[in-house]
């Protein structure tokens, strides 16, 4: 395991530091490998799934690189925090260029003979001092140590997962915004190190220094591949299935900006909709809204509870499963009202019981506000099962807002299963892309994270295909054979997520 060292003397041995960094893998309780010290670049072949699981990664390797992006995982060892909300500010340096002559230049651990060209702060400092900001910045870094702020979304900087976790992905795109980066297009090899600095950007713990063999980078406007970023597709739905979509419309997007997510709704063919955010109007305007825009031939069928902004639209009549999910208070004792809506569709792969929820924003790990999302997946896992015991065939899923931890997406799938087992999560991937991302906003300092989720009971049905619907990775072949046009996915912050479930036989 790659331990992060104090820059000061603490202990003889790094790894037995209170608090340091390192690099493996994880996935939830899944133990992590080991990772040798890696102080030369990565040779296997390998591809990286940005999805916060690493156990793709060769037990050698702690950074890699191909023709798009580069690739690194790390940990915070014995600490588990917000990676993008955190006490500290968590740093990737990196010598793009593998030349000490340029960038700038350390004298000693653990940059010296490494020439840094460019700087990305997970939690950033603060220029007026005290705690770390939110977010991500990045910086190109003169030879002299001047920083220059660089646009998150040139680099189309990631990391995964967005909650608080031992281990962490994140992805850097071979881009041309710093002379370094491009120098690298031919091929050759590149350098860095992850450190964790104070308030005053001082080093105070560091992982060994990690090298990368540096792939020809993709030429301007060469053409892409099945399977390579940007070559997506809108996947056909399967035969004898039911899909399945949760969508945030930000903001009653359908209602102000009606044309993209027409476009994006009929391109998907979901049979059924979970919404988030549609604040404006009643079923009975939802409903008028998809019969005008999104092709059925059955028509649409749609759930909202007054006042709600949450609300489910299907092909197929549905009927409320239930009431609402009470009883969740907040910290100061008064009651809080959990955006969820459940219902019974009576469709072609037989009765199923669906549910859609928004969860509350913001936070960190163990905030008030992660809090009470524990508090809300809670009630409603209580709410849900009593109300579906006699469906076997359940998908749920929404806007979880995991920015905290994750035991509210834990706490919500628990034990209600039809066999009395956990739900499962499903695992959709962008089409056009190597990532599991459902959220974008390069207006924030927040990088594309994955906040949105279904789950279903995999004890009576199976997912034959699940993707995310993000128009800036399909081809253009695919565009226009959907009837899509690539800002379409503009229109909201969140990605659609899409599942096509059956019956188990």
């Not at 049979?271 to 604040?279: G, H, K, R, Y």
């Not at 909202?304 to 639209?313: D, E, L, N, Q, T």
Request: aromatic letters at 6%; glycine letters at 8%.
């Amino acid at each position: 395991m790659l331990a992060f060292r104090r820059a000061f003397p603490v202990l003889t041995t790094a790894l037995a530091l209170v608090a340091g960094l390192s690099v493996g893998c994880q996935q939830g309780s899944k133990a992590p490998s080991k990772a040798k010290a890696q102080l030369e670049p990565a040779t296997a072949e390998f591809s990286v799934m940005l999805d916060g699981d690493t156990r793709e990664w060769p037990t050698d390797s702690v950074a890699w690189a191909d023709q798009d992006y580069v690739y690194l995982r790390f940990t915070v060892e014995n600490e588990r925090f917000t990676l993008q909300s955190a006490p500290k500010t968590v740093a990737i340096l990196l010598d793009a260029d593998g030349s000490a002559a340029t960038g700038m230049a350390g004298k000693q651990e653990p940059t010296a003979g490494i020439g840094v060209d460019l700087e990305i702060q997970c939690s950033p400092l603060d220029p007026a001092g005290g705690a770390p900001t939110k977010g991500v910045a990045c910086f190109s870094v003169a030879s002299d140590g001047t920083r220059t702020k660089l646009d998150n979304a040139a680099l189309d900087v990631s990391f995964s997962p967005t909650y608080a976790s031992e281990w962490y992905e994140a992805r850097i795109k071979r881009s041309a915004v710093i002379p370094a980066l491009a120098a690298n297009d031919a091929g050759g090899t590149a350098r860095g190190v992850v450190v964790m600095t104070d308030a005053a950007g001082e080093i105070e713990a560091w992982a060994d220094p990690f090298g990368i063999i540096m792939p020809p980078a993709r030429k301007p406007n060469e053409p892409v591949a099945a399977g390579d970023v940007g070559a997506g597709v809108v996947p056909a739905r399967p035969n004898e299935t039911l899909r399945v979509m949760t969508l945030n419309v930000l903001k009653s997007g359908p209602v102000t900006r009606p044309d993209s997510f027409a476009r994006l709704l009929n391109a998907a063919t979901p049979d059924v909709v979970l919404l988030e955010e549609w604040d404006e109007g009643d079923a009975t305007s939802v409903q008028a809204w998809f019969t005008t825009l999104v092709k059925s031939e059955s028509g649409w069928h749609v759930l909202k509870p007054p006042g709600s902004s949450v609300a489910i639209a299907s092909r197929y009549p549905i009927t409320a499963l239930g009431g609402p999910a009470e009883g969740v208070k907040k910290d100061d004792g008064s009651d809080w009202r959990v955006r969820y809506v459940a219902g019974k569709v009576n469709s072609p792969i037989g009765p199923v019981a669906v549910a859609a929820m928004h969860l509350k924003c913001c936070g960190s790990a163990d905030s008030w506000e992660d809090q009470l999302r524990l508090r809300e997946a809670k009630a409603i896992n209580a709410t849900f099962a009593a109300a579906a015991k006699d469906v076997k065939v359940r998908v749920m899923g929404g806007d979880l807002n995991l920015v905290g931890s994750r035991p509210p997406l834990d706490a919500l799938r628990a034990g209600i299963d039809s066999d009395g087992t956990d739900m499962n999560v499903a695992d959709p991937v962008v089409s056009g892309d190597h990532a599991m991302y459902t959220w974008v906003d390069w207006n924030t300092t927040f990088t594309p994270g994955r906040l949105d989720y279904l789950v279903y009971s995999d004890a009576s049905a199976e997912v034959v295909r699940c993707f995310v619907l993000d128009t800036s990775r399909l081809s253009d072949a695919a565009l226009n054979a959907a009837g899509l046009s690539r800002s379409d996915s503009l229109a909201t912050d969140h990605r659609p997520v899409v599942v096509d479930v059956r019956g188990k036989r």
